[in-house]
């Protein structure tokens, strides 16, 4: 059996990290995790706790090294250890989403230099940097110029022991839109408030699971409109709870922002709703594209558009057939190539021709 090690300051329970552990175990290879909680190791302290991890495993035989997301601050240190085979997952740009998207600080301040350097220097010490969509590798080699043949596009799937296709538990005559997310700017939640307004009267209701940046503003949106008897914001869930709430939904949502980030990325939330076949409505961006078909295997609507989410959701209400074979498409999509299983056995084929 062949050996991956994970290494890092990762969390094995956050999606990425569980769908990549998860697909090498299902492609038949041992996983080795050399890691530790930087919340109980600040500092320099994770960086000497990963050293005496490295130590217990030093003698192993690995066939793959792959630094965990978020991993920019400890790529040196398994360049130290691994050398030039390391495979780090990027997944995403620390400058573009602190920078950018969540609007932490500005261009010009030390934290995005910082953030600059950590997404250049990371990549270009690993032998091969992997993100999720081509969009992405486009970015990275025009702001950091990483070159393009060094990046592999890994989906972020979704996690299929959890997501996957259950008996519909509809509740109630009205039809049910299910969101959830982290309330930052590239999903767009304002929009399907927008959207939620045109529809106050037509016997729908939006369930909208998260917490975050934009809640407070969202919740104000929801309260000066009156929309409190049809939007619904339910705080934060457990994770493995989601698929509660997704089996109610008549349709899944994904994001809507206006930001740059916006094209390049193609959220977990699809994934997973896809995973459960459900029907998904998402703004027509280059990245979902690269996968994804309209009115195919999900429904696109206009970027930043409440009319026209509100329009799509209206239509897949009065095309119910239609609507169960854009699910049962989107779903079978994702079992053939979009699954754990798929995008790491698609990986190693990848990788397997370039050694």
């Given at each position: 059996m062949k050996t991956v090690c994970f290494f890092g300051i990762y969390d094995p329970n956050y999606a990425r990290n569980r769908v990549l552990i998860s697909g090498f175990k299902s492609n038949e290879y041992q996983i080795v995790e050399c890691r530790v909680d930087p919340r109980l190791f600040p500092g320099m302290k994770k960086y000497i706790q990963l050293f005496r991890a490295y130590q217990k495993i030093r003698l192993e035989k690995l066939d793959h090294v792959v630094v965990g997301f978020p991993g920019h601050t400890v790529v040196w240190l398994a360049y130290l250890f691994f050398g030039r085979r390391v495979i780090f997952d990027a997944f995403l740009s620390l400058y573009d989403s602190n920078v950018f998207d969540r609007k932490i600080y500005s261009t010009r301040s030390v934290g995005a230099y910082k953030d600059w350097f950590l997404d250049w220097y990371s990549c270009t010490l690993a032998s091969k940097v992997l993100l999720d969509t081509h969009q992405h590798v486009h970015y990275f080699n025009k702001k950091f110029g990483i070159p393009e043949k060094?990046?592999?596009?890994?989906?972020?799937?979704?996690?299929?022991?959890?997501?996957?296709?259950?008996?519909?538990?509809?509740?109630?005559?009205?039809?049910?839109?299910?969101?959830?997310?982290?309330?930052?700017?590239?999903?767009?939640?304002?929009?399907?408030?927008?959207?939620?307004?045109?529809?106050?009267?037509?016997?729908?209701?939006?369930?909208?699971?998260?917490k975050g940046q934009e809640f407070d503003v969202i919740q104000k949106q929801v309260r000066d409109e009156q929309l409190e008897k049809t939007v619904l914001l339910l705080g934060k869930k457990e994770f493995e709870k989601l698929p509660e709430y997704m089996s109610k939904a008549d349709v899944c949502l994904g994001i809507f922002g206006d930001t740059e980030k916006t094209k390049r990325v193609i959220p977990n939330k699809l994934y997973e709703s896809v995973a459960m076949g459900r029907p998904v409505i998402s703004s027509d961006t280059p990245a979902l594209r690269e996968i994804f078909t309209d009115n195919e295997t999900i429904l696109f609507c206009t970027v930043a558009d409440g009319a026209s989410l509100a329009n799509k959701i209206l239509w897949l209400r009065e095309n119910q057939k239609k609507a169960e074979d854009i699910a049962k498409k989107g779903y079978v999509l994702f079992k053939d190539k979009l699954s754990p299983h798929a995008v790491v056995r698609d990986l190693l084929t990848t990788l397997l021709k370039v050694e």
């Open positions: 060094k990046c592999l596009v890994v989906p972020i799937s979704a996690d299929d022991s959890i997501f996957y296709p259950q008996v519909k538990k509809k509740l109630s005559d009205r039809f049910t839109i299910h969101f959830h997310g982290m309330f930052i700017p590239l999903q767009g939640i304002s929009y399907i408030i927008d959207a939620a307004k045109i529809l106050r009267n037509e016997k729908i209701i939006f369930n909208i699971i998260g």
